[in-house]
């Protein structure tokens, strides 16, 4: 296999790790809100189950979740993930579902606890400064306590991005054909082992993207200190 | 008649009782300064009156009407006490200024927030807009602050900081400014500052209820003062009788060491 | 805590049963799906890419047989090897048919067909030691690896001299060849089929099989879940391409004739 075909073959499998980094994202983001929501609930009930499943969810390995996540369906429920009607048919869209399903939950969580955190470094005062100028809940907190929390939670957030990027390595496991996963099938058929190491620069290169991107915006955010 | 009126205030943390039947009444345009010791319970009472604590039992009168009774709990919902807090404004020890926005945003958001509520605001976006920018950068003016309008919180010092407070809490037209001692964050060259600013709005007939440990400023400018011990009000009056007449022991020993 | 224990333990025989008392038999579930979902991995002679990209191999080609005769897609699905088992049992794949060896362990989870080659396992080592390892004897000092729970686990704890080698199990045999690449172990134990095909080429040019070594014969099936009455079906379809002289034909295509005489062909 030339340089060229490896290339080639490692971007197919690229295209899978983005796919699943950038729908992670995209989902964990916000469910991670309504997390964080759920555990600081003042109904005792809803922030006690809340907590109990972001402390079970980031009690246990991400790679025991994806196995739950794709067997448990078929096993316990007689209800096979890959032939559940949505999917069609198409056995990998359904493997990258569950995946995909796994990792929200996952990083939706482990974003609820920063949030959390950084909701409650948020002081009192800024909280009471809303009351008493008549604002509403909700608007005490899109107006004034959002965006502060936001430049707080970014070193952490981007922490966990850059986690995420090689966590969907894992994925491999459970049958999405992503980076790693091809370049293990090059070692597997071609016997030669330089892709595997070689797949390491896609990381490296989309990680340096995001520090910066993440560097930029803390420094769009710089303008004022709370 | 009284603008505002406190009857029988009571209100416990836990097993401690920090206030044991407050009673007191201000006129429209006085300035009544409450002074005490720490944990006298003044900073509590002050939080009762802005709704950031609920009293356990008595009542608030506004212009003679009942404007809160700790006994109707219906009535406290997080949007009925909205709307009763905006009678009136607070400015805090500790400036509690939204870090994110300008000076003049800061001042702004409140009233602009108020007035999407209201059903003409599509209509008028523009003028209204204009109308409370306009309204924000008098009220800066008014506390000498017309050069920091685009300026971020942490850009000016805590004195400035204060006064935006200030102006923000007046941009709402509050019944009465409420001042939660508004110079103990401060140095005291800064608080000169911010005190001149407050014997203007004095001066201006603008109704104050101000926790303070400034007794030369509560002797110059407010009308009557109230001494807090132990969750009651131990003295009540004029401030010239307050302070160069002190009836009870316990105002003595305070007054002699705030000195 | 022990009646919590008790009804866990309920409700656990409950989810069991109800799988296990689940619906239609295992092939009309194949037939109504109108495809067989086979659990594979990428390796040759088994199954593998041609210069097109196209899945080619014995197992492939026997895979497609046996399926037009049932009168279903062949639905080829690469896995992660070490979770065959569960996948099989989770209902994402119906059969597992990429060289599997049969053992003895692996029938509490799946079924196996007639068996259609003999497996044997073979001692690989780097070239420039074919000198030093000869024997098993010659090994009993080496550093060893294998597949977990594979048929070459089996064989080096079958046998006198391996067994006191010293043995770390890799997580597959590809990862036992990457092994012997770096330099952690100095032989490995695989599957004759896959030594015979990955030696001298690639990275792995330079890796030979030590001749003349008996070590235990084992022989590969296709695993079906427990209880299937796809086994019995799939069993006579062997049958029959085996009369015709099909399979026969597709092992001499790949070169394991001898390998497929030893078990079926005689």
């Not at chain 2, 039947?21 to 009472?45: A, H, P, Q, R, Y």
């Not at chain 2, 404004?89 to 509690?96: K, T, Y």
């Not at chain 3, 080829?76 to 049969?102: P, Y």
Request: glycine share 6%.
């Amino acid at each position: 296999m030339s340089f060229l075909d490896v290339t080639l073959k490692l971007l197919s499998g690229f295209q899978d790790t983005l796919l699943l980094f950038f729908f992670t994202l995209l989902l964990a983001l916000p469910l991670g809100l309504v997390f964080t929501f759920g555990t600081m609930s003042k109904w005792k009930p809803l922030s006690f189950v809340t907590r109990g499943f972001v402390y079970i969810i980031r009690g246990t390995p991400l790679l025991l979740q994806l196995m739950v996540v794709v067997y448990i369906p078929g096993i316990v429920f007689n209800s096979p993930l890959v032939r559940w009607p949505i999917f069609a048919g198409n056995t990998n869209a359904a493997y990258f579902a569950g995946a995909l399903f796994a990792f929200v939950i996952n990083y939706a969580c482990y974003f609820s606890e920063i949030y959390r955190g950084g909701i409650e470094s948020i002081s009192q005062g800024q909280y009471e400064a809303g009351q008493v100028l008549g604002m509403t809940k909700s608007q005490i907190f899109f107006r004034i306590v959002l965006l502060q929390v936001i430049k707080r939670i970014m070193a952490p957030v981007a922490n966990e991005t850059i986690t995420l990027v090689k966590d969907t390595a894992l994925a491999a496991t459970v049958n999405v054909y992503e980076i790693y996963f091809m370049s293990r099938e090059i070692l597997n058929s071609e016997f030669i082992i330089w892709p595997l190491f070689y797949s390491g620069a896609f990381y490296l290169i989309f990680n340096a993207g995001l520090t910066w991107l993440f560097r930029h915006i803390e420094k769009k955010l710089s303008y004022f200190r709370s | 008649m009284a603008i505002f009126e406190a009857k029988n205030i009571y209100k416990k943390f836990g097993d401690t009782e920090v206030l044991k039947g407050i009673d007191f009444s201000m006129e429209k345009g006085e300035v009544l300064c409450i002074i005490g010791s720490s944990g006298s319970g003044k900073t509590t009472l002050l939080r009762c009156i802005n709704f950031l604590e609920t009293p356990d039992r008595g009542e608030f009168y506004l212009n003679g009407n009942l404007l809160f009774d700790a006994a109707d709990k219906k009535s406290h919902s997080d949007e009925e006490i909205r709307q009763k807090r905006l009678h009136l404004g607070l400015v805090f020890q500790s400036f509690n200024l939204f870090p994110q926005y300008t000076v003049l945003d800061n001042v702004c958001l409140a009233p602009l927030l108020l007035a999407k509520e209201s059903p003409d605001y599509k209509k008028n976006k523009k003028q209204i807009r204009e109308e409370i920018r306009a309204h924000a950068i008098e009220l800066l003016k008014k506390v000498g602050l017309e050069d920091k309008l685009d300026s971020y919180p942490c850009q000016i010092s805590g004195g400035q900081q204060q006064r935006v407070a200030i102006a923000r809490a007046l941009a709402l037209k509050p019944d009465i400014l409420c001042f939660d001692e508004p110079t103990s964050a401060l140095d005291p060259e800064i608080t000169v500052e911010v005190l001149a600013v407050m014997k203007n709005l004095a001066k201006e007939d603008t109704t104050m209820l101000v926790v303070t440990h400034e007794m030369g400023f509560a002797r110059e400018v407010s009308d009557k003062v109230i001494f807090m011990d132990n969750g009651v009000i131990a003295e009540m009056g004029d401030a010239e009788e307050v302070f160069t007449n002190p009836k009870s022991r316990r105002l003595q020993e305070f007054l002699s060491v705030m000195k | 805590m022990k009646k919590f224990l008790l009804a866990a333990l309920a409700l656990v025989m409950m989810l069991t049963c109800f799988t296990a008392c689940g619906g239609q038999s295992d092939l009309a579930y194949v037939e109504d799906n109108g495809k067989l979902t086979i659990g594979i991995t990428i390796y040759s002679p088994m199954n593998y890419y041609d210069d097109n990209g196209d899945l080619i191999g014995f197992d492939t080609e026997f895979a497609k047989a046996v399926c037009a005769k049932l009168g279903v897609e062949p639905d080829f699905k690469v896995i992660d090897w070490k979770n065959k088992e569960t996948e099989l049992k989770a209902k994402n794949i119906d059969a597992i048919w990429n060289g599997l060896t049969v053992t003895e362990e692996r029938r509490e989870n799946m079924d196996f067909s007639t068996s259609y080659l003999i497996n044997k396992q073979c001692i690989v080592i780097k070239k420039e030691d074919a000198e030093k390892y000869t024997s098993t004897e010659s090994l009993k000092d080496a550093l060893l690896t294998a597949e977990a729970e594979s048929a070459g686990e089996t064989a080096i704890k079958a046998d006198k001299n391996l067994k006191n080698a010293t043995y770390n199990p890799s997580d597959s045999q590809q990862n036992a060849f990457v092994a012997l690449l770096a330099g952690n172990v100095d032989a490995i134990v695989v599957d004759y089929t896959m030594a015979k095909s990955t030696c001298g080429s690639g990275d792995y040019k330079d890796f030979v099989m030590i001749e003349g070594i008996e070590l235990t014969q084992e022989e590969y099936a296709i695993g079906f879940r427990v209880g299937s009455d796809m086994t019995a079906k799939v069993n006579k379809i062997i049958e029959e391409l085996v009369a015709d002289g099909t399979l026969k034909k597709i092992a001499e295509k790949y070169d394991l004739t001898d390998l497929y005489e030893e078990a079926l062909g005689k």
